[in-house]
């Protein structure tokens, strides 16, 4: 296994940990024993150390990501290994990612990301892989395109402030006065991360449809 493998390797572990941490977090009863809200200074920070922990391996995956297929392209390192592991490596940390952020709810009990937003993203991924699978046996690769790496960025910029709870944007006042801030702080957080997700999962779609129109030839059956 060469270099940029191995790398990919690190993204998979690292997603498992991540899956593994942040599911304690799930379990009932863990905000008021393990899982308790940061307070740093007198100041109620709105995310567990659970929550910063796992954007921090979120991060720290998403490196990985363009540090292994850098080297890979630099060094002529391109394997058939290296094009299986990596794109299974980025779906399962952002999806693993996006599912687990979907099954919390934040102190109002709006969910951060709501599940249908998820479940697209997951299907989009699913028609895409169809498609790789098809253009492969063809003999395409199909190249990315630029609104699919937008898509990428605003996820890998995104996600770790699911995982924080909406910080920084917990910081805007939305209320008016300081009394009233810091004890509602959270309350709209959850429409502007929605927000971002939504316009993430515009790009990623648009970008499937593209992919769909410019390789339409593929779909196409075989004469016999």
Known sequence: MNLPNRITSIRLIVTFLLIFLFSLELIPGAASRWAG??????????FSWIDLVSA?????????????????RSRHLITNLGK????????????????LLCARTDFSGHHQVLPFLVVLFI??????????????????VL?????????TAIQMAL????????????????????DAWMNTRWEYTYILTN???????????????????QNKDVLKEEKK
């Open 37 to 46: 809200e940061l307070v740093i200074a007198g100041f109620h920070c709105g």
């Open 56 to 72: 921090i391996l979120f991060g720290c995956g998403a490196i990985t990501d363009a540090i292994d297929g850098h080297i890979a």
């Open 84 to 99: 299986f592991l990596d794109p299974l490596a980025d779906k399962f940390l952002v999806d693993s990612s996006f599912i």
């Open 123 to 140: 299907g989009r991924d699913l028609a895409m892989d169809g498609l790789r699978i098809l253009a492969s046996g063809q003999g395409k």
């Open 143 to 151: 190249a990315a395109n630029i609104y699919g790496k937008v898509k």
């Open 159 to 178: 996600i770790p402030i699911l995982f924080l709870n909406g910080f920084p944007f917990s910081l805007f006042n939305f209320t008016g006065g300081l």
């Open 195 to 213: 927000t971002l997700t939504g316009i993430s999962l515009f790009f990623s779609l648009l970008s499937m449809v593209i992919y769909f129109v």
